[in-house]
């Protein structure tokens, strides 16, 4: 069976201080995935998402980037921390044209 | 352009209330896919359900059932009877029949009082 794996579950960080959130997935190969933030209040906005190795879609230019290095491997970053990057990050797999599976999902607080 | 409305954004009822939520979304393409899903406090999102655009059948998982009405653009959900364990929220969502992106309501906050 498909498992999606992320961490960490809870993340303090200064402002300023860089950031990297890992997402893997077991028991699927290729699948599409996705970077969604999740800020206190509002719905769900999609960061980056990405069809394969190396390739990946930037959806709303800011401070964070993201990397695929494996196929089930998808990692967010940040070089410096805004206060403005406060919020829950969840990262997702599908296959297309199917349903979302979502991680867990990271809740970081910049201070 | 695709888009998913979620105008309810709180609701509160008491337990075994009945309490529908509802989504409506705005897409050109012919075929595409309707989900919902849930978040609990613990923030997790769950998986309810999908709907392809050619289904229009409205479908009932024990107390879930939607109502899925391309006339209208409308991929209501109701939960009968509801319970505190109903306590979240819930995502409307769409996806083209080959695109990547989903895109999501902002989301219905459903409170059920004991």
């Known amino acids: 069976s498909q498992t999606i794996h992320q961490w960490p579950a809870t993340l303090v960080q200064p402002v300023g201080s860089p950031l990297s959130l890992e997402c893997t997935v077991e028991?699927?190969?290729?699948?599409?995935l996705y970077w969604y933030r999740q800020a206190a209040g509002r719905g769900l906005q999609l960061l980056f998402y990405s069809v394969g190795i190396g390739q990946i879609s930037s959806e709303v230019p800011q401070n964070l980037s993201a990397s695929r290095p494996q196929d089930r491997q998808f990692i967010l970053s940040s070089k410096k921390l805004l206060l403005s990057d406060s919020g829950f990050y969840l990262c997702a797999w599908s296959l297309r044209g199917g349903g979302y599976t979502f991680g867990s999902g990271t809740r970081l607080t910049v201070v | 352009a695709q888009k998913v409305t979620q105008a309810q954004t709180e609701i509160s009822v008491v337990e075994k209330e009945d309490v529908t939520l509802d989504c409506v979304y705005e897409t050109r393409d012919t075929t595409y896919y309707l989900f919902w899903y849930k978040q609990p406090p613990s923030g997790e999102l769950v998986f309810l359900i999908r709907?392809?655009?050619?289904?229009?059948q409205n479908e009932i998982s024990g107390r879930y059932s939607w109502n899925f009405q391309k006339s209208t653009s409308s991929f209501n959900f109701t939960i009968t009877a509801s319970q505190v364990v109903d306590s979240a929220v819930y995502f409307c969502?769409?996806?083209?029949?080959?695109?990547?992106?989903?895109?999501f309501g902002t989301g219905t906050s459903l409170t059920v009082i004991p």
């Open positions: 028991g699927t190969s290729n699948p599409n």
């Open positions: 969502a769409l996806t083209q029949n080959t695109g990547n992106q989903f895109y």
């Open positions: 709907r392809n655009s050619f289904d229009e």
